[in-house]
Nanobody, 123 residues
Framework: QVQLVESGGGLVQAGGSLTLSCAAS????????TGWFRQAPGKEREFVAA????????YYADSVKGRFTISRDNAKNTVYLQMSNLKPEDTAVYYC????????????????WGQGTQVTVSS
């Protein structure tokens, strides 16, 4: 069973920055993909960013392009989400997700999910 542990959430003022980390207890395959999703109160969970192990394919939601950067440290089984120029509308619980497939990309059907970390952006 794969465990994902998110960290790095917190309270930040608008325009500020935060970096989230997602540490996986083990790899699922040599072609897995790690994604970040978020869910704001009263809203559905939405895709934020993803990175595949093979080829380093990277995907971003339009709402975060140019402000968020996803990266991975394969030696540490850890994926990072650097968030800058944060806006109040970025406030949400951020979830890390992992899937053995390199094609899952922005789909919400990731197999493994973390517990989430709260990000609050004040205006």
């Amino acid at each position: 069973q794969v465990q994902l542990v998110e960290s790095g959430g917190g309270l930040v003022q608008a325009g500020g920055s935060l970096t989230l980390s997602c540490a996986a207890s083990t790899r699922t395959s040599t072609s897995d993909t790690t994604g970040w999703f978020r869910q704001a109160p009263g809203k559905e969970r939405e895709f934020v960013a993803a990175v595949s192990y093979i080829g380093g394919r990277i995907y971003y939601a339009d709402s975060v392009k140019g402000r968020f950067t996803i990266s991975r440290d394969n030696a540490k089984n850890t994926v990072y989400l650097q968030m800058s120029n944060l806006k109040p509308e970025d406030t949400a619980v951020y979830y890390c997700a992992l899937d053995p497939s390199w094609t899952i990309a922005t789909s919400p059907n990731y197999r493994y999910w973390g517990q989430g970390t709260q990000v609050t952006v004040s205006s």
